[in-house]
């Protein structure tokens, strides 16, 4: 096999390739014995009639389509590692010569990373990220772990409160009618949590276990049902038990049962501690993503059609293992969705574009700081996996090693991310500018 390279316009390359005649001869045997076990001819055996034979019955190109198709699967790979470039689309291949005894012959067009001129990327401004953590927040992250270790007492001698736990008879009527889902038995609700149609659950509050009571209400004006959306409807409902819920009192040794800690300060200082730590995250994650966002818009590259292409199919193909992963069909999706995958591939483009977009800036920006991943990044990463996945960092190796490249390339992103980020200057928010000059 050889390969020779041709520079087209657009970061495009045409790729010629050629696989000798003794391979592919050698390929149009393989199909030949593939299929000669489906072809009857008179006076021969089924599966035992000579090549010759049948290319002189059906024509000698009789199997150089599969055989074409065989020598591209098994030849490209290893022509688009030969040819050097940074190919990043699929090909569009050509067949130019296809005949017995000669050399075979196709080309493949494909795109390659195409050139990015870099604006700024260092000192860009970003806002100002404050972090304030209020005691309303630790009181709330506190307020969780109180209710999952309330233990609950059921009740007999009282109607229902807001907050309860109840369990529910009820059917619904429009106009004296009941109407289709409205009806339900030992139905779980709790009073308060707006689960169920607005002025519902107000109105249970006070009812008694036992007795047959009427709920009025209005469907919202978008409810799901339109034959119901603005209704005013009657629900006749029967609370059939009571729940309490009973909060552990907020002391030490409440935070001796639900942490490490001893007494109820210490506890509340570890929930600062957090609360602080995941804002300081978020805003990390903010400080990058709008410094990030400013390199790209003050960059510029042009991506080839093929590029873009083969990005939006890669984003149709993983949304679909997401379907798939949840038990749907993609076919069935799509009809739901009323669309076809042309039309969904083509509405991925805008998202397929700002992905190239990021991946190339930031791979430029590496480039001109000389930023690469080391073998040390690498292990490091294996072993944070490894860590989350509740894994051997051996084990994980085994699933990575043959990624390796492209995990160095996605760390080094990461890194000129970092950098780029580290390098911004924080500014106090326009918003809150403008706010102290009116003030």
Same mark, same amino acid.
């Given at each position: 096999?050889?390969?020779?390279?041709?520079?087209?316009?657009?970061?495009?390359?045409?790729?010629?390739?050629?696989?000798?005649?003794?391979?592919?001869?050698?390929?149009?045997?393989?199909?030949?014995?593939?299929?000669?076990?489906?072809?009857?001819?008179?006076?021969?055996?089924?599966?035992?009639?000579?090549?010759?034979?049948?290319?002189?019955?059906?024509?000698?190109?009789?199997?150089?389509?599969?055989?074409?198709?065989?020598?591209?699967?098994?030849?490209?790979?290893?022509?688009?590692?030969?040819?050097?470039?940074?190919?990043?689309?699929?090909?569009?291949?050509?067949?130019?010569?296809?005949?017995?005894?000669?050399?075979?012959?196709?080309?493949?067009?494909?795109?390659?990373?195409?050139?990015?001129?870099?604006?700024?990327?260092?000192?860009?401004?970003?806002?100002?990220?404050?972090?304030?953590?209020?005691?309303?927040?630790?009181?709330?992250?506190?307020?969780?772990?109180?209710?999952?270790?309330?233990?609950?007492n059921e009740i007999t001698d009282r109607p229902v409160k807001d907050g309860d736990d109840i369990v529910l008879d009820?059917?619904?009527?429009?106009?004296?009618?009941?109407?289709?889902?409205?009806?339900?038995?030992?139905?779980?609700?709790?009073?308060?949590?707006?689960?169920?149609?607005?002025?519902?659950?107000?109105?249970?509050?006070?009812?008694?276990?036992?007795?047959?009571?009427?709920?009025?209400?209005?469907?919202?004006?978008?409810?799901?049902?339109?034959?119901?959306?603005?209704?005013?409807?009657?629900?006749?409902?029967?609370?059939?038990?009571?729940?309490?819920?009973?909060?552990?009192?907020l002391d030490d040794e409440f935070a001796d049962e639900v942490?490490?800690?001893?007494?109820?300060?210490?506890?509340? /200082?570890?929930?600062? +501690?957090?609360?602080?730590? %995941? #804002? =300081? @995250?978020?805003?990390?994650?903010?400080?990058?993503?709008? $410094?990030?966002?400013?390199?790209?818009?003050?960059?510029?590259?042009?991506?080839?059609?093929?590029?873009?292409?083969?990005?939006?199919?890669?984003?149709?193909?993983?949304?679909?293992?997401?379907?798939?992963?949840?038990?749907?069909?993609?076919?069935?999706?799509?009809?739901?969705?009323?669309?076809?995958?042309?039309?969904?591939?083509?509405?991925?483009?805008?998202?397929?574009?700002?992905?190239?977009?990021?991946?190339?800036?930031?791979?430029?920006?590496?480039?001109?700081?000389?930023?690469?991943?080391?073998?040390?990044?690498?292990?490091?990463?294996?072993?944070?996996?490894?860590?989350?996945?509740?894994?051997?960092? /051996?084990?994980?190796? +085994?699933?990575?090693?043959? %990624? #390796? =490249? @492209?995990?160095?390339?996605?760390?080094?992103?990461?890194? $000129?991310?970092?950098?780029?980020?580290?390098?911004?200057?924080?500014?106090?928010?326009?918003?809150?500018?403008?706010?102290?000059?009116?003030?």
């Amino acid at each position: 096999m050889s390969v020779s390279v041709e520079k087209l316009e657009k970061s495009m390359v045409r790729l010629t390739i050629e696989v000798s005649a003794e391979d592919f001869d050698k390929a149009i045997n393989k199909v030949y014995n593939r299929q000669k076990n489906r072809m009857n001819v008179p006076g021969f055996r089924k599966g035992k009639t000579p090549r010759k034979v049948l290319e002189k019955m059906y024509g000698a190109a009789i199997f150089y389509e599969d055989a074409a198709n065989d020598c591209i699967n098994s030849s490209y790979p290893d022509a688009a590692k030969e040819s050097g470039e940074d190919i990043v689309s699929n090909p569009e291949i050509n067949v130019t010569q296809i005949e017995a005894g000669k050399p075979f012959i196709y080309t493949a067009e494909v795109a390659v990373k195409p050139p990015v001129s870099l604006g700024k990327y260092k000192g860009v401004e970003v806002d100002k990220q404050e972090i304030t953590v209020f005691d309303e927040e630790i009181d709330a992250e506190i307020r969780k772990e109180q209710e999952k270790n309330a233990s609950r007492n059921e009740i007999t001698d009282r109607p229902v409160k807001d907050g309860d736990d109840i369990v529910l008879d009820f059917e619904g009527f429009c106009d004296g009618v009941a109407f289709e889902g409205g009806k339900g038995t030992d139905y779980p609700l709790t009073i308060g949590s707006g689960s169920f149609i607005p002025g519902f659950e107000e109105q249970l509050v006070g009812a008694n276990i036992g007795e047959e009571m009427e709920v009025n209400v209005t469907f919202p004006e978008n409810y799901q049902s339109d034959d119901l959306a603005g209704k005013d409807a009657m629900f006749k409902c029967t609370v059939k038990k009571i729940t309490e819920k009973i909060l552990p009192e907020l002391d030490d040794e409440f935070a001796d049962e639900v942490s490490e800690f001893s007494t109820l300060a210490e506890y509340r /200082e570890d929930v600062r +501690k957090n609360i602080t730590e %995941r #804002k =300081e @995250g978020a805003a990390r994650t903010a400080k990058e993503n709008q $410094a990030v966002e400013k390199v790209i818009a003050d960059a510029h590259v042009e991506i080839p059609a093929a590029m873009l292409r083969t990005q939006q199919e890669q984003l149709v193909s993983e949304f679909e293992q997401q379907v798939m992963s949840q038990g749907m069909n993609f076919e069935d999706y799509l009809k739901y969705a009323q669309t076809n995958r042309e039309q969904f591939t083509d509405n991925m483009k805008e998202e397929a574009e700002r992905r190239i977009k990021y991946r190339l800036v930031m791979e430029q920006v590496a480039k001109e700081e000389n930023i690469v991943a080391t073998d040390e990044d690498f292990e490091a990463e294996l072993q944070k996996m490894a860590d989350a996945y509740r894994m051997d960092v /051996e084990t994980i190796k +085994k699933y990575f090693v043959t %990624r #390796k =490249e @492209g995990m160095m390339e996605d760390i080094a992103v990461q890194k $000129a991310i970092t950098f780029v980020a580290d390098n911004a200057v924080e500014v106090e928010k326009k918003a809150d500018a403008e706010e102290e000059k009116a003030e």
